[in-house]
C-alpha cells in the first residue's frame, strides 16, 4: 500500500498560484475569545463620579471667588481675566477656570471676545435702568411674602441694618449708607423665604453693580431714604403686606 500524503490547504493555495492572507484580529494579546477586556474599557480618571464632583467644586469655587470680587470692586468693568493667572492664583487647574469663565458669562458677569479673551461685563445707564426696575419688583414681593411670616428675630436683625444705615446719616457716610441699606435689602429678600426669587434677586443685583452709575447718595437723600425703610420695618413688624409693599415701592426704591 502507497502512503497518501494529505497537503494543508494552505500548501495546495500556494502551489495553484492563489494568495492567502491570515485572518487578522484586533483583540489585544492574552485577551478571551469574546475580547472581553476590550468590550468593558475603564473609565478614564477624569469621567469618575468622583472627579466630576471635585471638578464641580472647584468650578464653583472659582466662579464664587471672582464673582466676590466683581461685587467688591476689586475687578473693574473691562478688567481682563486671565484663564492662566486665575488658575495660578487659586492652586487649581485651567480645566475648572474655563468652565468658571463660561457660568460667569451666562450670568451675565463677563463677556468672551473671540481672539481677544474674557473680560468683566460693562453695564450701560438704559440696562442698569431695567435691572433696577427689576430689583424693585423682586423686593416688593419679598415685602409681602415676608409680612405674612415675619419672626421677632428676623425684625431684630432688619432692626440692626436700619440702625447702621442711621449711623452711616449721622456720620455722613455715603458709603457706609449703602453697604447697610444694601444688607438690610439682602437680609428682607432671604428672609421672604422663596428661594427662586432670592437667586433671581443676587443675579439681577450682580449684574447691576456692573453699572459705572452707582454713586454714593447725598445726605439730604440718604435722610429721606433711612425714613423710608423706617417706616417699612414698622409696616413689616406690624404683618401689614400691603403696607410694606406701598412702603417698598414709594419710599424705599433708590
Not at 495553484?16 to 478571551?32: F, I, M, Y
Not at 486665575?86 to 458677569?109: D, H, I, K, M, T
Not at 446719616?169 to 441699606?181: D, I, K, P, S, Y
Request: hydrophobic share 45%; net charge neutral; charged share 25%.
Amino acid at each position: 500500500m502507497v502512503a497518501m500524503r494529505v497537503d494543508a490547504p494552505q500548501a495546495r493555495n500556494r502551489r495553484a498560484g492563489q494568495n492567502v492572507q491570515e485572518p487578522v484580529t484586533d483583540a489585544p494579546a492574552g485577551s478571551g475569545a469574546m475580547g472581553a477586556s476590550s468590550a468593558h474599557p475603564e473609565p478614564s480618571s477624569d469621567t469618575t463620579p468622583l472627579a466630576m464632583v471635585r471638578q464641580h467644586s472647584l468650578t464653583a469655587l472659582v466662579r464664587d471667588e471672582i464673582e466676590r470680587r466683581i461685587a467688591a470692586g476689586l475687578l473693574a468693568p473691562g478688567d481682563k481675566l486671565n484663564e492662566a493667572d486665575w488658575a495660578a492664583r487659586l492652586a487649581v487647574s485651567r480645566g475648572p477656570v474655563r468652565e468658571a469663565f463660561r457660568a460667569l458669562e451666562q450670568a451675565g458677569l463677563v463677556r468672551n471676545e473671540k481672539h481677544r479673551g474674557v473680560f468683566v461685563r460693562s453695564v450701560g445707564a438704559a440696562e442698569a435702568q431695567e435691572l433696577g426696575e427689576v430689583c424693585a419688583a423682586l423686593r416688593e414681593a419679598a415685602c409681602r411674602m415676608l409680612a405674612a411670616r415675619i419672626d421677632a428675630a428676623q425684625v431684630a436683625e432688619l432692626r440692626e441694618h436700619l440702625n447702621a444705615m442711621r449711623d452711616a446719616v449721622v456720620g455722613e457716610n455715603g458709603q457706609a449708607f449703602l453697604q447697610a441699606r444694601d444688607a438690610l435689602r439682602w437680609t428682607l429678600v432671604a428672609a421672604a423665604g422663596n428661594a427662586r426669587l432670592r437667586e433671581t434677586y443676587e443675579r439681577t443685583v450682580s449684574e447691576l453693580r456692573l453699572s459705572p452709575h452707582r454713586v454714593a447718595p447725598a445726605h439730604s437723600a440718604m435722610d429721606a431714604s433711612y425714613a423710608g425703610y423706617r417706616a417699612l420695618l414698622s409696616a413689616l413688624a406690624s404683618r401689614d403686606a400691603d403696607e410694606s409693599a406701598k412702603r417698598m415701592r414709594e419710599s424705599c426704591g433708590d
